[in-house]
């Protein structure tokens, strides 16, 4: 008999409302014979606070212990910015070699978009996750005088591109369209841009049936507002993913509803599955927070471990769901049951 | 009496004809009484092909001889990526210390956005020109094999840091809403994210009329879109800046009406002002380019030579005739004679 098991990081804020309703729709759509066992870790500001830790060699150990891992949200303000992202998130992202950062952008009919006309929106966002300007890399001399000066380098290597790269096309391949775009910025950043435009057009001679195409990421922010129905996959650096994904979560329905997936393909660590946003600390505690893009997070996971007609039914439903909300706000838990409701087969 | 001293660069594709246009409009707002002296430079694509020269030494002195630089757009699909660029326009950004790069935008009634519900949408972008990822510092190993490391090193200084955002907070000050935000990632690049971050937060200290926030670059993409009459002034880095303001141009009327200045504040050399729109080379020669963000990049030039009262009439020129454009499309050259005949005055 088969079995998923999960390590669940509710974290701060929103998170653990929304993890709640995730695990909710999981239970739904497995079928009975799937076995599901998850172990919860009280990771973000709570256990800093109190021990100053954000992931310490025994947790990873233990989060290896595992298939993949459910986040919430990690993020307070009453933690140093910085701190949790890098000691946490992006710690993570690292040590378990998370390269593909999957972020899918989906515009349902009868969701609200701040663009005019409802435009066509169904693409997906390759993000590399582990090089370009993410590394910690760089330094600060003359701290706090008038003569600092601060880098930060920006890291890319042929193995880290090729393989994000050939990622994307096989995603691209796999899809009705078949059409990838680079994003990047070549005309200025002109060593990691010929690395990137290089490493795309040798990958592109083994997958003849993508259609290709380049635009410079400021380029790329004027389409996604204009023209979104001309992306069908896009595959980008660490940095340009990070800031056209948010954009691209606001036009395809806001980031209630952005999900995203921290994936090792080889699965030799855990790949991470999380909401796009954060722990939104004002709404905490209300009931008010909206679980579907962990719900949407969890087909993800689902897909990365092979379940994919579960994933199909989770998607399915919250289009279904999406398509027939009214003005009556939901409850965070209203929302929860109905697409659990909806996925119980 | 007075005089001005202009170079005068139309570039590639449409630069000539749009440029033709902002001197139109340029030679009707003068008074009487002010001498304007142009001297056109050839740089561009065709120059690049017949010489192989981008910017000489020679030219470099020649451009130092007036006090303003008028430039329509450089860049060829027939010059390789970058070449122009850096050979070209971020080279003259740095000879000239064009530190202020200055974008405004502002949705005009009547002007069409992709945003639904016409927001209200006016506030300026003072985008760092002279630091950040665009040194061209960085380098290749390896290349072209599988082992190709490439780096890209953003430089930022405290005094490359706190001249602009010195500039900004001016900028804040002099405006109603007096409120200025800070974008960058500095929960990720912590090294220029804390300069950058504690320059702003010194400096706010000498305005504290002025309201500040601090936003990420990613989120500031979603605000964009979901609520940009948030924004009053913004300052941000080099890289930052460029993706943003094509992101604020697009959904403020578009890039046919965006202009831009490179600033150099002390005036030791001459600052340059141009659309941020390129040379569109599929429509040059057609007369369908809009020569809208040209002539306010010449409000912009008047109002850095202190011609307020001219800027300013040129401003409200181009506010009037957008909001009586028809759904008829005018020429480049039409558009530019209604110009001139509402500033001549
Ligand atoms: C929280 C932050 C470190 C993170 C990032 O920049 O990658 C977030 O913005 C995201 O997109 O997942
Ligand atoms: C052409 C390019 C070098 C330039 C930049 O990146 O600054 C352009 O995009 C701009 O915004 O002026």
């Known amino acids: ?48 606070h109190a021990t100053g830790e954000t992931l310490t060699d025994a947790d990873v ?19 140093p910015s910085g701190v949790l992202e890098r000691g946490f998130l992006l710690k993570l992202r690292f040590l378990f070699d998370h390269h593909v950062n999957l972020r899918p952008s989906r515009l349902l009919p009868g969701v609200a978009t701040p663009l005019a006309g409802q435009p066509e929106i169904d693409f997906v966002v390759v993000r590399e996750g582990t090089e370009g300007p993410y590394t910690g890399n760089g330094g600060t001399i003359r701290k706090g005088t008038p003569h600092e000066v601060a880098t930060e380098v920006s890291v890319n290597t042929a193995f880290g591109v090729e393989r994000v790269v050939r990622d994307a096309f096989a995603r691209a391949q796999a899809r009705p369209r078949k ?18 435009t290089d490493v795309f057009n040798r990958v592109a001679e083994e997958f003849p049936e993508v259609t290709t195409d380049y635009i410079h990421v400021d380029a790329a922010t004027i389409y996604l507002v204009t023209d979104p129905a001309r992306f069908d996959v896009i595959v980008t650096d660490n940095l340009f993913g990070d800031i056209i994904t948010d954009l691209a979560a606001a036009v395809s329905g806001g980031i209630g509803v952005a999900a995203s997936g921290n994936i090792n393909p080889s699965r030799e660590f855990p790949s991470m599955f999380e909401p796009v946003h954060g722990s939104a600390p004002d709404i905490a505690g209300q009931g008010k927070a909206d679980p579907t893009a962990t719900v949407l997070s969890v087909a993800l996971l689902l897909r990365h471990l092979g379940y994919d007609a579960e994933a199909a039914r989770i998607e399915d439903a919250v289009s279904a769901d999406l398509g027939e909300r009214g003005e009556t706000p939901r409850t965070t838990d209203e929302i929860g049951d109905a697409l659990a409701g909806r996925v119980a087969g």
């Open 1 to 48: 008999s088969r079995s998923i098991n999960l390590a669940v990081i509710p974290g701060d804020g929103i998170g653990p409302e929304v993890v709640a309703q995730g695990l909710k729709v999981l239970r739904a759509v497995l079928p009975q014979d799937v076995k599901l066992e998850t172990k919860e870790f009280d990771f973000g500001a709570k256990r800093y």
């Open 61 to 79: 150990d233990a989060l290896k212990q595992h298939e993949a891992i459910l986040l919430g949200a990690i993020g307070d303000p009453s933690v």
């Open 179 to 196: 059409k990838l775009t680079l994003v990047h910025k070549n005309n200025v950043l002109a060593y990691a841009g010929h690395l990137w």
